[in-house]
């Protein structure tokens, strides 16, 4: 059987590309078709085959490569796939309008629909240039047409929560089984060591609502260590107050040596999923989570962590005080064994078994 993995672009090695890496070790030889590549952002793929698509030749695409989404549904269709009895495509951005062969089985993984052009189009828009407001409306219209016409093409869709499910329902009018992402749990060790601070990880763009966590963390003049970088950084430090630590963006020994020594992480943002929660409960930390999105299916109210109900730093203080309060109610092993189920060979199980089905299902319609 050959094997075709169709991702949207490979320039970052974030969580998409582990969940990406983890179904290429169940298919080695397979092909990886992409938009855009720089293989020294993603050296776990130094081994893969690896092709792209005519995006690949506009000028410096491995970093305009989002200028360029216009252009993508027709590269996509370009592919010849003909050669392939399995399409996986990894979807958020275009990836899932490939023309596979008619007789092959196509499986989309939903890391989310297209953000930019669904439920985050109307934040997309605010933080753009006027030159993008001004055009963007007319591409998004086409583009929510075409990706919603191409979900026809998809056999099997796979959400990587429910919560994303719920979308792939409401845009695609398409069921769709869950598979959580994996989690490297190996490169990471239940840790017993508390050096008073807080940690909070991610990306600092606006939708994150690390802001909410800085003022929150100046005003209880409490530690926060915040990593990350992004076009935020510097008005959040200007913010910050003598409490809050801004590392910027670090390498995986201090992001892993931070959560080893943490109180706890604090986590802002609604997220399709989120992988920073695991990461922190794999080294038994509690998580104090916005109760949104993905994170309402990773942490545990009272077990793992608590929520707070709001991204405003009066809701964040109260459930700061709230974790002090009955800090002692949290196991840091129990937190662990939670976040096992998240393993990556969890998740090559039940990918492969979804596989599976998917195949006979088309078989059985064929």
């Known amino acids: 059987m050959r ?3 169709i991702h949207y672009w490979l320039v970052n090695d974030r969580g998409g590309e582990k969940v990406l890496k983890a179904i290429h ?3 080695p030889d397979a092909v990886i078709f992409t938009h855009a590549l720089d293989r020294k952002k993603v050296p776990a793929f130094a081994d893969a085959r690896i ?4 995006i690949q030749r506009l000028p410096f695409a491995s970093k305009l490569y989002q200028t360029y989404l216009p252009f993508m549904p027709a590269a996509l269709e370009a592919l010849d796939l003909s050669g392939f009895d399995l399409v996986i495509s990894s979807e958020s951005g275009p990836a899932k309008g490939v023309l596979p062969h008619p007789r092959a089985t196509h ?14 189009y109307p934040a997309y828009m605010r933080r753009s240039n006027p030159v993008v407001r001004a055009l963007f409306p007319q591409i998004s219209n086409y583009l929510r047409m075409w990706d919603v016409t191409t979900a026809a093409r998809v056999d099997h869709f796979v959400a990587n929560s429910r919560n994303v499910a719920d979308r792939v329902r409401r845009y695609y009018a398409r069921e769709s089984d869950v598979i959580h992402p994996p989690v490297d749990l190996d490169a990471f060790a239940r840790s ?8 909070s990880v991610g990306e600092l763009v606006d939708y994150k609502r690390v802001d909410i966590l800085v003022e929150a963390f100046a005003r209880m003049k409490k530690r926060l260590v915040v990593i990350g970088g992004g076009k935020d950084l510097a ?15 670090v390498d995986f020994e201090t992001l892993r040596a931070h959560y080893a020594a943490c109180k706890a992480l604090v986590f802002s943002p609604e997220e399709d999923f989120g992988i920073v929660p695991l990461e922190a409960m794999a080294c038994g ?5 916005y109760g949104a999105g993905g994170a309402l299916e990773t942490v545990v109210e009272g077990r793992t962590g608590l929520f707070f109900p709001a991204q405003t730093p009066e809701a964040v203080i109260a459930a700061v005080e ?6 002692s109610r949290f196991d840091g092993g129990a937190i662990r064994a939670h976040a096992e189920r998240f393993a990556t060979p969890v998740f090559k199980q039940n990918f492969q078994a979804m596989i599976q089905r998917a195949l006979e299902a088309r078989s059985a319609r064929v």
């Open 285 to 289: 930390k509690p998580v104090i989570a």
């Open 107 to 120: 499986v989309s993984y939903v890391h989310s629909p297209m953000r930019y052009i669904w439920n985050m």
């Open 3 to 5: 094997v075709a993995l």
């Open 51 to 54: 092709e792209t698509t005519s």
């Open 235 to 249: 008005r959040l430090r200007r913010r910050g107050g003598r409490t809050v630590t801004f590392l910027g963006r």
């Open 322 to 327: 709230a974790f002090e309060a009955h800090a």
């Open 25 to 27: 070790d169940l298919y």
């Open 192 to 199: 017993q060591t508390d050096d008073g601070f807080y940690l």
